[in-house]
């Protein structure tokens, strides 16, 4: 009997890991929606402005937080709207770390489009959630609703519960 309960969970699980594969996991992202016309706060070791592109690079130690989100990473490009309106977009890469609530995931690179509300993230990304993880190639987050779509390659190990 035991030995067709592993079976079962065994073909489930599968069943589950080739779908989660081929189409992606939604999954919620942080504990709270994101305002997006909050104020972006940046913290980092090292700042240079380009005028002309309109651009800012931020190195070495970078924080960044809005609201109750915060990011890290070794270096981030601020790219600014025409005239120099407020950030349009931020370029997050090297060891990103992003944190909303409890939720916390990490990347090798995130893009954080600020007009639309949108976080993607790239590279080994992995999503801890308490005692859960999920790892992908790719997750996109949407903060308006604080929603997540994992997509390629979505790896995840499931509790059964049982001390056995």
């Known amino acids: 009997m035991k030995n067709f309960k592993t079976l079962l969970f065994s073909v489930v699980a599968s069943?589950?890991?080739?779908?989660a594969g081929a189409q992606g996991a939604n999954v919620a992202f942080g504990t709270i929606r994101q305002d997006t016309s909050l104020p972006v706060e940046v913290?980092?070791?090292n700042l240079s402005v380009?005028?002309?592109t309109g651009t800012a690079i931020f190195t070495g130690n970078v924080a960044i937080g809005q609201g109750e989100m915060r990011l890290t990473a070794a270096r981030v490009l601020v790219v600014y709207r025409a005239e120099q309106k407020g950030i349009a977009r931020l370029e997050a890469t090297g060891?990103?770390?992003?944190?909303s609530g409890e939720d916390a995931a990490e990347s090798e690179r995130?893009?954080?489009n600020i007009d639309d509300g949108t976080i993607v993230m790239t590279g080994n990304v992995?999503?801890?959630q308490g005692a859960s993880?999920?790892?992908?190639?790719k997750m996109s987050i949407r903060l308006e609703d604080g929603?997540?779509?994992?997509t390629g390659r979505v790896k995840t190990i499931l509790q059964t519960g049982s001390g056995n």
Do not use: K, P, R, W
């Open 15 to 19: 069943l589950i890991f080739s779908q």
């Open 43 to 45: 913290t980092a070791d």
């Open 50 to 52: 380009e005028n002309a």
């Open 95 to 99: 060891g990103v770390t992003l944190v």
């Open 110 to 112: 995130a893009d954080y």
């Open 126 to 128: 992995l999503l801890a």
């Open 133 to 137: 993880a999920l790892s992908a190639d």
């Open 147 to 150: 929603t997540a779509q994992m």
